[in-house]
Every structure is written in structure tokens, then in C-alpha cells.
């Protein structure tokens, strides 16, 4: 029996998937499984896993149904103690994996081992991640702690065994999804050194990413409310403004824009630098420009001010 189960949730990700694959390798450590979760792809994604990997499985869904329906269905043929996620444009630094399993088998009582990561934008540029809070609650998860919980994960089996799968409604925020109903039943840690890289993509698709913001913060809206008004108010406005990136970023300035106010509504002091953005969309839409599309990307992904 295989000591660590690797799922892999892809789609249409041949140029990418054997760079994830080669860091697993890299990992120097017998007993894995791996298990692909191909999401309906239309590219030579499984023919390309299965020539780098032999031996590789393989669930596939008959439609695209997005990265949480991918997990589940790859989580669903996996036999190892030990669980590892990590997404197909990713890669982890040799040593994550034997730290991480360290660090659970030196502490019982954590089901749920993350780590910082580097952010590696499309030019090459790098930005470490670092989190600082090596145990994070329920608190620290509904504000979107920034460690990554689709390439950094390593869980124990019963810790999936007793929460179930992945919240397939959401197309985006399922990873944190997972997480915070995790941390409702389970202690969960974060190695602070930066053991994966996060390789910039394009960003979800802008409707199903505000939709899966509205979905995520009326599940757990009684959650956060118990952690106070302030509380509340931070964490709605930081969700709102991470999809009003994605918006901008998809050229949509007006909805983008939008979103963004309303991360300002609910939070002013947060991040006031926001508002900057209503000017220069003023002037990209006078001038024809997309200054304020190329500032979303090169801050890539999620918000961590």
C-alpha cells in the first residue's frame, strides 16, 4: 500500500503537467501514489501524464465540472495514509513532502500540514509568500490566509474520510472551503518556509468567481460573524476585492470597478490604496488603454495587504 496519495485535478494542461510531475519526482521518496483528476480535457493531458508517470491513475469526468469535482473524483481512488493536493501548473521544492509528514508524525493532533509557497509570475519574477501564523484557526482561513490550499496540502486520510469531498459548487475559494470546515474539527499547521512554487495562470472564470464569493461567504457567514463586526467587515471586503481583480483582470472594468467599492463600503481602512482604480479605469476607458488590466495581473492572484 502507498504511503502518500498525490491528487492532481486537471484540465487541458499537457504544456504544464510534466513539470508538476518532475517535482513530485524530485521528492526522492518511495511509496506514492499518484491519481489525476482529469476535468473532461480535450487536449493530450492523460496521454501525456501516463507517458511521464506509468502507472499513474487516472478518474475522469465525462464534463468539465471544475477543479473541486476533478479532486473529488481523483480523491475517490486513492489508497494512501497520507494525502497530498497539488494543481497541474504547480511544483514543489524537494524536501516538501518529507517535512510535512515530519512535522504530522511529530504532532498527532494536527490532521492538515500546509506550507508558504513562492509566487512565480508569467515574466519570472518571484514573491515569497511567507505565513507567519504557524496554526492557523477558523479566524485566520475566512480572510483567505495566504498559503495556498490547492498545491501545499498534505492531510491524513481520515481527516477527507470524515469531512467528505470538496464543495463542487465553487469553482473558486473550494480549497479554503475545505480548509475552514476542516479547522471546525481538526488542527491544522503551516510550515513557514516556502516549499512549493505557484506559478501564475490566467485568472477564473470572472462569473463563476463571483458567484462562488457569494456562495462561500453565506456559508460561513454565521462563522465569521462570531468573531466580531470588525472582523466580519474585513473579511467580506478582502473576498470582494479579490474578485473584483478577477474582473479588471478579464477586462471588465465596469464590474471589476464595482466589486471593488464594494471591498471599500465594507472595509475603508483595509485597504484604501483601492481607490486608486476608479481614476485610472476613468482613463483607460477615455484613452482606450489597459493600464489597470496589467497592475491586476502583475499582482497576480490573491490579495495579501
Known amino acids: 500500500m502507498p504511503e502518500i496519495s498525490i491528487v492532481i485535478p486537471a484540465f487541458n494542461r499537457a504544456h504544464c503537467l510534466p513539470r508538476a510531475l518532475e517535482s ?6 518511495d511509496g506514492l501514489e499518484i491519481v489525476l483528476g482529469d ?11 501516463l507517458r511521464e508517470w506509468p502507472g499513474l491513475k487516472v478518474a475522469r469526468l465525462e464534463r468539465n ?14 489508497t494512501g495514509e497520507w494525502i497530498a493536493f497539488l494543481d497541474s501548473d504547480d511544483e514543489w521544492l524537494p524536501g516538501k513532502l518529507s517535512r510535512q509528514i515530519a512535522a504530522l ?10 506550507t508558504s509557497h513562492m509566487y512565480v509570475r508569467r515574466d519570472g519574477g518571484r514573491r515569497e509568500v511567507r505565513v507567519l501564523e504557524s496554526q492557523p484557526g477558523e479566524r485566520h482561513l475566512q480572510g483567505a490566509l495566504p498559503f495556498h490550499g490547492a498545491s ?3 492531510v491524513r486520510r481520515s481527516l477527507w474520510q470524515s469531512l467528505g469531498g470538496q464543495d463542487e459548487r465553487l469553482r473558486v475559494l473550494e480549497d479554503w472551503d475545505w480548509a475552514l470546515r476542516a479547522s471546525s474539527k481538526h488542527r ?19 462569473d463563476a468567481t463571483v458567484s462562488s464569493t457569494r456562495l462561500f461567504l ?15 467587515r474585513e473579511v467580506v471586503s478582502r473576498h470582494w476585492e479579490n474578485a473584483g481583480r478577477c474582473l479588471l483582470r478579464h477586462n471588465r472594468p465596469g464590474a471589476g470597478c ?23 479605469a476613468l482613463a483607460d476607458r477615455v484613452c482606450g488603454s489597459r493600464v489597470l488590466r496589467r497592475i491586476m495581473a502583475l499582482r497576480g492572484g490573491y490579495s495579501i495587504v
Open 218 to 232: 453565506e456559508k460561513h457567514r454565521e462563522s465569521i460573524r462570531a468573531f466580531g463586526a470588525l472582523h466580519e
Open 24 to 29: 513530485i519526482r524530485r521528492q526522492n521518496m
Open 188 to 206: 491544522l499547521c503551516v510550515l513557514p518556509d516556502p516549499l512549493a512554487l505557484i506559478h501564475e495562470n490566467s485568472p477564473s472564470h470572472p
Open 258 to 280: 464595482r466589486l471593488l467599492w464594494k471591498s471599500l463600503l465594507a472595509a475603508p481602512l483595509r485597504n484604501p490604496s483601492l481607490a486608486t482604480a476608479f481614476p485610472i
Open 39 to 49: 476535468d473532461a480535457s480535450t487536449d493530450d493531458t492523460v496521454t501525456v501524464a
Open 152 to 154: 501545499t496540502p498534505l
Open 65 to 78: 465540472c471544475g477543479a473541486a469535482a476533478a479532486r473529488n473524483a481523483a480523491l475517490e481512488l486513492t
Open 105 to 114: 508524525k511529530a504532532d498527532p493532533s494536527i490532521a492538515y500540514c500546509a
